[in-house]
């Protein structure tokens, strides 16, 4: 592709086998041979996209990407999103990467042995990284590379994922009785719901703006979201629904759509009309829009470990759960789907032994949260379970 620049490395044979495997390690903001392969893979994500380097590219993270081609074929990858930091060195992240195109020990070794040379070239002092879902066979390589399970790092560790084939029927029969009882009952009040577009954006902003105020978390400039949009917007795979009452926006959602999964990424709710049920109903209806638009699956982009494991579990929530932001996502009857863990690396034992002593007591000040600023799937806004529901 023009203006993408290839390094590969010297190509390297699976033992045992007669299929090479070459080493391509990419660094340009653009790369639409890797978006596209993510996009017809299981378990490729938006945030592991090229697109989504170009929005972090704001904060000052830079991408290196780390291919493995079968022959012709782009068979695996991971994005890593750097900081430097001058002297001091480079902080790395990948998040839902590596993605490998079928279950096989072997590629998985292959994506994850350069990472050695990744990390010493671009002198990256601590890389986390958290593998897509269903790529557990990637443990025991990042293991015998010196990763180590993350104590500290808080990523995202489950979801709810709303499987959108069945008929619009057996999907409200799924869900929590209450549940569907609001989304009818929204129906019936008069709420309205429509897909928005680059000019709603400001009404969005101002309806997050004031669930941050009532939920006491802090978010993104309104100039984030704007380049977000324009990042995403041009083929597509951001999206825009608000919900109405008397033709005043009450809630607004926002979505990333990347191959068969529509994520939604923000909710916002001005605190009105809360007995209208707005933030149900506008679940439904865009979850009926993602079916129409051939979306297999409806992510709600994360809940909270207790709550997930009490699901899995099959257990019912605790009392002090049941009012939560998780909760009210596992009312819409969709599958919790545990991620997989949160991995890092720090060569360095100096390094590593001050990060074990003192991080855990600045992890969460405002200081380390700006010098950190995150290109976690959230970005840098900091959710939690409080009783409003979004």
Known sequence: MPGVERASLPERVASGQNTAFRIEIRETLEDRDWDRFLAQTEGGHHVQTS????????????????????????????????????VAGSIGNAIRGPVLARNDATLARRVVEPLADVVKERRIRHLIMQPAAGMGLLEAPLVAQGFRPSSMVSILPATVIVDLSADPERLL???????RYNIRLGERKGLTVREGTADDLGTFYRLLVATSERQGFT???QAYFETLWDVFAPEGHIKLFLAEYDGEAV????????????????????GQHGSKHPNELLHWK?????????YRQ???????????????????????????????????????????????????????W???????????SPLTRRLLRSPAPRGRVTLTDSDERI
């Not at 989504?52 to 291919?67: E, H, K, M, N, S």
Request: no cysteine.
């Open 354 to 364: 001050g990060y074990d002593t003192l991080f855990p007591y600045i992890k969460d």
């Open 173 to 179: 029969a799924g869900m929590h009785s209450k549940t």
């Open 298 to 352: 409806y992510d709600f982009d994360g809940i909270t470990l207790p709550v997930a494991q009490a699901a899995l579990e099959g257990q019912p929530l605790p009392p002090e759960l049941r009012k939560t932001v998780a909760a009210f996502k596992l009312g819409f009857g969709g599958k919790v789907v545990q991620l997989p863990p949160v991995y890092e690396q720090i060569r360095n034992p100096v390094l590593r």
């Open 286 to 294: 865009v979850m009926g829009w993602a079916k129409e638009q051939g």
């Open 251 to 270: 809630s607004a959602f926002l979505y990333i759509g990347f191959g068969d999964t529509l994520v939604y990424k923000r909710g916002a709710w001005s």
């Open 51 to 86: 697109l989504w380097a170009r929005v972090q590219a704001q904060f000052g993270w830079r991408p290196v990407r780390v291919l493995v081609y079968e022959g012709a074929s782009l068979v695996a990858g991971v994005q890593i999103l750097t900081r430097s930091f001058g």
């Open 219 to 221: 978010t993104d400039s």
